[in-house]
């Protein structure tokens, strides 16, 4: 049986009027729900250096060092560790 999906909306209704058959929401909007709640990237401890030093490092180098990957790429969590490889 098909039920309304209580994604991110008002008064616990999906703005898309998405039907579900179980679960609470939808995917697409479990996700937009679960960054609603997400803490901010500052919040978590990435301010604005981080993140201009991260979307550097993703444009100068659109490959992982590690594996080759083109996908997902994030930095190393550590500044310092960033700056020994790259130097």
């Known amino acids: 049986m098909l039920r309304p999906c209580l994604g991110p909306g008002r008064n616990g209704r999906c703005l898309y009027g998405h039907l579900i058959e179980r679960g ?3 995917p ?5 729900w679960d960054r609603t709640r997400r803490p901010t990237t500052a919040q978590r401890g990435y301010g604005y250096r981080w993140q201009r ?10 490959v992982c060092v590690d594996c080759g990957s083109t996908r997902d790429l994030t930095p190393n969590s550590s500044l310092q560790a960033l700056r ?4």
């Open 24 to 26: 609470l929401r939808d």
């Open 28 to 32: 697409d909007c479990q996700r937009a």
């Open 53 to 62: 030093f991260s979307r550097q490092q993703r444009v100068t180098s659109p």
């Open 84 to 87: 020994q490889r790259f130097a």
